[in-house]
């Protein structure tokens, strides 16, 4: 009895270790986010390349970490491999040396299954959040606003002062102004962030201590502004259109001029968007070029945050940086309206601030002359060495408004002087400043451009500078300044002067390459459609791409110029939101006389998603040169995307909800807000932080949350 009675004494003393060691295994399965499942072979694997963006090409060596345990090293071909990986959601953090570091979250792994997870890394120091490995290490999502939180929901932190966007109806002082009220951040309503701010992004973000011009709503009733309508560009078949040839564009006067909008609690009139120049405002972290090349390309492809079925790929082109010491001496000429419509507090005072800022600049090897015109053209003051400076603030101190408009005839003047003191190798530019509002002598916008045609052929660059509101000739302006080989910036305040004149000199001023053009061929095989996002009024023929006759854009020092295909790969169901009707059948010819288009099956390239080829020519040169990048068809999810693309999408998405684009898809304020708000990077200058707030005040005033006046 004894013997039966221990016998089930151990035999319970057994089980219960058992199942002590059972719960235990399944605490430490649990606490190491396995499941009971995983430790019987619940697991899966994810494979992946990593890329570099700046050449397109296979980064080997990049180490690949999932916890604290598991980790690859990409190899030659830039693949890896991780396994086992236990079913389940997970993270990546993606590094290599060198390069900004990549972390992807929500990773759905399943039992026997192989996932797919691609990166580009983009070549830098890596300025991601100090807490970024740690939040990897214990395995625990990264934090991040919602794609569907509302633009008033909670914050982490309410750090907004009084005065601020829930006042907008209330005081003037807080939403009107361009100066800043005390203790605010950002310009003229404070930023509303999506997550706190550090103390060192507070101070990026505060005024300049330059005086802001105040900024008057427009008289609707008396709005004679002009803004040429564009149609945004649509899908094109691949078979049918490989090729997309386009100009580029380093303006971004849409930008400012939309931002003047959203101060004033207006929404933008839709032509006066421009998607390529709002993208192009910002400044993008692009490896600078290497040997000769005056600029480096860079590519990346992703995922399209508007639309899941399609991709989206990202070309950056990055000018060479030009110490202010080694540029060439400049033969500056600046060009003034001083006509009565420039007799207000944001044109002729904020344009005398400007130039003010610009001649604090000039070394005394530059020289300075100054035209004027309104009734008449005159020269008010002869050309002036960089060092008299007092002489050169003395003129435009005494400039007064009055009179009509005789901008013809000052553009001829300028021409003529800047000829007369051309400087050869040196920077020889006229810099026009005026609302647009030409009415007397040569006026119309067709002769103006023929002559602006005709005076660039002599080797000097024009820049434009746009002032004013309510009988603002945009369209004008930028055509001037296209077909001007030169630039077009939109002054809406003394900070952003600032920035065009001082901030950005050297890309303003000093061209380093001059009708630069981009020529895409898209690889049919892997390409169904595709859709260039703005540049619509700077396209060209494909025959364009290697006529050398051919005028197309500049880009200065330092510039940034970026442009964005959206893609419809192959076995995607597609249907052209434009609804483009059919054609009729041909009368002289039959379907079946009509040759097909032949695909041809290149080895090792078929798997290619297409060729960027980029022609330009020196400053002083006349025969182009031409630099050719593929790109691979792998993309990789948008958590994987770099910085620079995740914001330039943000930045395209919402260009095309103010456009109100039929090829928006499922854009949104939200969606827009969430990506700006991960990709703001180090933004020194605050211009990332504004952007966010310019987006909820676009998006309070078409919930009718702020009035529009």
Not at 26 to 35: R, T, V
Not at 343 to 360: H, Q, R, V, Y
Not at 460 to 479: A, I, P, Q, R
Not at 559 to 586: C, K, M, R
């Amino acid at each position: 009895m004894k013997t039966i009675k221990r016998t089930r004494f151990t035999y319970l003393v057994g089980a219960a270790l058992f199942l002590a060691g059972v719960i235990s295994l399944g605490a430490i399965a649990f606490a190491s986010n396995f499941s009971l499942n995983t430790l019987y072979g619940s697991v899966g694997t994810i494979q992946g390349v990593v890329l570099n963006t700046a050449d397109s090409k296979p980064l080997a060596g990049a180490k690949v970490r999932l916890g604290k345990t598991l980790v690859a090293t990409t190899d030659a071909k830039g693949t890896y491999t991780l396994h086992p990986v236990p079913a389940g959601i997970h993270s990546l953090t993606i590094s290599a040396t060198d390069f900004k570091r990549v972390l992807i979250t929500d990773i759905t792994v399943k039992k026997d299954s192989v996932t797919l997870i691609n990166a580009w890394l983009s070549p830098g120091i890596d300025d991601s959040n100090d807490d970024l490995a740690a939040r990897d290490e214990a395995k625990q999502p990264p934090v991040q606003t919602s794609p569907t939180q509302p633009w008033n929901s909670q914050r982490e932190a309410d750090t907004r002062p009084p005065g601020t966007m829930e006042e907008l109806d209330g005081g003037r002082a807080s939403s009107m102004n361009g100066a800043a009220p005390p203790k605010s951040i950002g310009f003229g309503h404070d930023v509303l962030l999506s997550r706190k701010p550090s103390s060192e992004m507070l101070r990026s973000m505060k005024m300049s201590t330059v005086a802001q011009q105040t900024s008057l709503p427009v008289d609707v009733e008396h709005n004679t502004e002009e803004y040429a309508h564009q149609n945004d560009n649509e899908y094109l078949l691949a078979t049918q259109n490989p090729l997309s040839t386009f100009s580029i564009d380093v303006d971004n006067a849409a930008y400012s001029n939309m931002r003047r909008y959203l101060t004033q609690r207006q929404m933008p009139p839709k032509d006066a968007i421009r998607s390529e120049e709002l993208v192009n405002y910002f400044r993008y972290d692009y490896p600078q070029p290497r040997g000769t090349e005056p600029f480096s390309v860079n590519t990346e492809y992703g995922a399209c945050p508007w639309n899941t079925q399609h991709k989206l790929v990202h070309i950056g082109l990055q000018g060479k940086q030009i110490p202010l010491s080694q540029l060439p001496a400049s033969n500056l000429v600046f060009l003034i309206d001083v006509s009565g419509s420039m007799d207000s507090p944001e044109k002729l005072p904020l344009l005398k601030d400007a130039f003010t800022m610009l001649t604090k600049q000039l070394r005394p090897q530059d020289r300075v002359a100054i035209v004027v015109y309104a009734g008449a053209a005159g020269v008010v003051l002869s050309p002036t060495d960089g060092s008299d400076k007092n002489r050169i603030f003395a003129a435009l101190n005494n400039l007064s408004a009055g009179g009509s408009t005789a901008g013809g005839e000052g553009i001829k003047l300028a021409y003529h002087l800047a000829r007369q003191y051309f400087i050869k190798g040196g920077n020889n530019r006229v810099i026009l400043a005026t609302d647009g509002d030409f009415n007397v002598g040569t006026s119309s916008e067709g002769d103006l451009v023929r002559l602006i045609e005709k005076e660039r052929e002599s080797g000097v660059f024009l820049t434009v500078l746009g002032f004013g509101m309510g009988n603002y000739k945009d369209s004008k302006m930028e055509k001037l300044a296209d077909k001007g080989n030169g630039n077009y910036a939109y002054i809406d305040n003394a900070r952003e002067a600032e920035r065009v004149l001082v901030g950005q000199m050297q890309g303003t001023l000093y061209t380093i390459a001059k009708d630069v053009k981009i020529q895409v061929e898209f690889n049919p095989s892997q390409v169904q459609a595709y859709r260039l996002i703005g540049y619509e009024n700077r396209l060209l023929a494909k025959e364009d791409f290697n006529n050398d006759t051919k005028d197309a854009g500049e880009i200065g020092a330092g510039h940034t110029v970026t442009a964005l295909y959206e893609i419809v790969p192959v076995g995607v169901a597609f249907q052209n939101p434009s609804g483009n009707g059919s054609v009729d059948a041909l009368k002289y010819q039959t379907t079946q006389q009509q040759k097909p288009l032949e695909i041809k099956i290149v080895p090792n390239i078929s798997t290619e998603l297409m060729t960027v080829k980029i022609r330009y020519k020196e400053s002083d040169g006349t025969v182009s040169k031409l630099l050719e990048r593929p790109v691979p068809n792998i993309d990789a999810p948008l958590q994987a995307a770099s910085q620079n693309f995740k914001f330039s999408a943000a930045v395209a998405e919402f260009a095309m909800i103010l456009r109100e684009s039929p090829f928006k898809a499922q854009a949104s304020y939200n969606q827009v807000l969430s990506l700006a708000s991960e990709s703001l990077g180090k933004d020194t200058d605050g211009y990332r932080a504004e952007f966010i707030r310019l987006v909820e005040t676009a998006q309070m005033l078409t919930s009718g949350v702020v009035r529009n006046r």
